[in-house]
């Protein structure tokens, strides 16, 4: 990706995105847009889930919880809410400024994917019963 496109992306999307889906908080942040800039996606656990606090080898090996790439992410923030997430730098993944140092993957995925994403890790969360 040639930088002009990826300015004229990030002008586009931003670098950050908040909203909430069927009652959970869900963020998408730009990852060191000058060095990397590919997208990663968040969901605040509520306080009462079964899957508040636990650890994503424990999650994977309970729970079906659909999102691209899996669960990369699980941690306490400083707004003491547990967020679990992923990203967008997996194998295939266009990292777009990563591309000129190593070959990233070719499919750049946007803040619509990441949204779409999010709202299907949602969807699996409820299914699963452990909302």
């Not at 586009?12 to 995105?17: A, C, H, I, Q």
Request: proline letters at 3%; one cysteine or more; glycine letters at 10%.
């Amino acid at each position: 990706m040639k930088t002009s496109e990826y300015e004229e992306i990030r002008k586009n999307e931003g670098d950050r995105y908040e909203f909430k889906y069927k009652g959970f908080d869900c963020k998408i942040i730009r990852i060191e847009p000058s060095t990397n800039g590919h997208l990663c996606g968040y969901v605040a656990i509520p306080w009462e889930s079964k899957l508040h606090g636990i650890s994503i080898p424990e999650i994977e090996g309970k729970y079906d919880i659909h999102t691209h790439g899996g669960i990369t992410y699980a941690e306490f923030e400083r707004d003491n809410q547990y967020w679990l997430g992923f990203d967008c730098a997996h194998a295939g993944d266009l990292i777009p400024t990563f591309k000129y140092f190593y070959n990233s993957g070719e499919t750049y995925r946007d803040m619509e994917y990441v949204k779409k994403n999010l709202m299907l890790m949602v969807d699996s969360i409820i299914e699963v019963g452990v909302r």
